[in-house]
């Protein structure tokens, strides 16, 4: 069963139609992107499903239980790292838990196993200016993974890095998401970063957002560190046709 | 606890001769004009003049001194609880902002020398006009401060928090108050350098004591060098006040002074 499903889902903001019949689902252990063009409405889908934004027909589920009575579902990292600068980077961490009611030792407690494998280590009395933008990546990736929800949402969480600090963030990511196998949903506008990192992609059309193809991607892992397979180019290719020659309004 | 926080060790003391320097000189250029012109003392005294009042009635200032520095205190405690607690109340109730805000405007756009009389008419010559007068001047730089503060929180910060199912007040708490916290402490620096200013002028208008009653007296008598000996403490009041509040600054805005080390 689907851990994360969306059936017929469609939001009008301010009278402008934003998406338009979304159906779509994750299941437990999987990767799945949505990618779209700038400012098609993907990250509306993630306002969704945060309660920053309502849906005006459709159904979310999450775990088989509507969204409104179900708040807990999924843990959010946004475009930018969102690091507090007045909190030192283990405050950060700890923030999530926190929130959810465990005392801030205990969530010490619970974050500082971690910090190796994310590159934290030493670090964790630092404030956030201090570190360098890969490395607030990370501790907003770990921020988000403590929380411990079923589903987690990264909103173009590459974005915003330089092209090299990018690569070999995605190639750490992708090492720790084999080994972790996090449900996760990624939003992203990169088409090579979706097909490296995904099991699944939906793509979206422009504003409003419909899915205009759904693409499954079985190139064996680990796809990052190693000249792109044929395999791989060949769904690259075939989304880039996709989304350059989808009609609607142009850009 | 961690040791490698950049520290300036010596360059904020080499940061202040220049202005010490421009302070002595202005001085000596004072008591040198005094000198040679052999202006009357009644007319101009000279700095070292001044120096010696402060000298010899320092029995008289400093009793002056308590009573002004106590409602100093007293006023500006007043103002930062109803500038915390307005604006606390006002962030929750944007409602009550749009009602409220025009009156504080208004309230700051009152000619300070026609209030205090009027204000000292009502409340008397004891410490209670001067704690109000000292408030009214002080509460509006820092009210203002702290709603533009809670404005400019991060709204992704916001949004994150929001998706970790924190209340509103949790928000408030771990997110819209500590980003308040640069722009409050710009306001309190305002506040403070009026406090001590806003007191000596009630009391110039009606008090029984203080460093106003100081000032109105010598001005009575003729006596510019002991006006000026009291503008001194004052002066210094207000340095020392100000001083304080930047060295609050520093402890609470500690992550501010971290920089860029990558």
């Known amino acids: ?251 | 606890m961690q040791s490698d926080l950049p520290r300036r060790p010596g360059r904020g003391l080499a940061r202040g001769i220049p202005a010490v320097l421009s302070v002595v000189s202005a001085f000596l250029i004072w008591e040198i004009y005094v000198r040679l012109s052999g202006i009357s003392p009644l007319m101009l005294p000279a700095p070292s003049r001044v120096l010696d009042q402060i000298v010899l009635n320092r029995a008289l200032l400093w009793d002056n001194t308590v009573p002004t520095l106590k409602a100093t205190f007293a006023g500006f405690a007043l103002s930062l609880t109803v500038a915390f607690g307005l604006s606390i109340m006002l962030d929750f109730m944007p409602c009550v902002r749009r009602a409220l805000f025009p009156i504080f405007v208004v309230s700051q756009t009152l000619p300070l020398v026609a209030i205090a009389p009027l204000v000292v008419l009502w409340f008397g010559f004891d410490l209670t006009p001067k704690v109000l007068l000292v408030a009214l001047v002080t509460f509006f730089p820092m009210l203002v401060a702290l709603v533009d503060g809670y404005a400019a929180t991060d709204p992704e910060i916001e949004d994150l928090m929001r998706s970790m199912g924190a209340t509103r007040g949790r928000i408030f708490r771990n997110a819209r108050f500590p980003s308040a916290m640069p722009y409050f402490f710009a306001g309190l620096r305002i506040s403070i350098t009026y406090a001590v200013v806003a007191a000596i002028f009630a009391e110039y208008v009606g008090a029984r004591a203080g460093l106003g009653i100081v000032i109105l007296n010598a001005k009575n008598s003729f006596r510019p060098d002991l006006v000026l000996a009291a503008v001194v403490i004052s002066s210094a009041l207000t340095l020392v006040l100000f001083a304080i509040t930047a060295l609050v600054q520093r402890v609470v805005l500690r992550w501010r002074d971290v920089g860029d080390t990558r």
Not at chain 1, 152 to 179: I, V, Y
């Open chain 1, 1 to 251: 069963m689907s851990v994360l499903d969306i059936a017929n889902v469609s939001v009008t903001l301010g009278g402008t139609a934003v998406l338009d019949d979304i159906s779509m689902h994750v299941a437990k252990g999987e990767f799945v992107s949505i990618l779209g063009p700038s400012g098609a409405g993907k990250s509306t889908i993630f306002r969704l499903l945060t309660g920053a934004a309502r849906h005006d027909s459709g159904t979310i589920t999450c775990n088989g239980q509507p969204l409104a009575t179900n708040r807990h579902g999924f843990s959010f990292m946004p475009q930018r790292d969102a690091l507090m600068p007045w909190r030192r980077i283990i405050d950060n961490l700890t923030l999530g838990l926190e929130v959810q009611g465990i005392r801030r030792k205990d969530a010490r407690a619970q974050v500082t196993p971690l910090l190796a494998d994310f590159g934290l280590d030493g670090f964790t009395h630092h404030y956030p200016p201090q570190l360098s933008g890969g490395m607030r990546q990370r501790a907003a990736l770990l921020r988000t993974i403590v929380q411990n929800r079923p589903v987690q949402l990264l909103d173009e969480p590459f974005g915003a890095l330089d092209a090299l600090t990018r690569t070999q963030m995605q190639a750490w990511f992708e090492k720790r998401w084999r080994a972790a196998r996090w449900t996760t949903l990624l939003v992203t506008h990169d088409v090579r970063e979706a097909v490296a990192l995904s099991d699944r992609i939906y793509v979206l059309s422009r504003r409003p957002a419909r899915v205009i193809a759904q693409v499954h991607v079985p190139a064996p892992r680990p796809r990052l560190g190693r000249p792109v397979s044929a395999q791989a180019h060949a769904i690259e290719a075939q989304l880039l046709e996709i989304l350059l020659n989808q009609t609607g309004e142009t850009p």
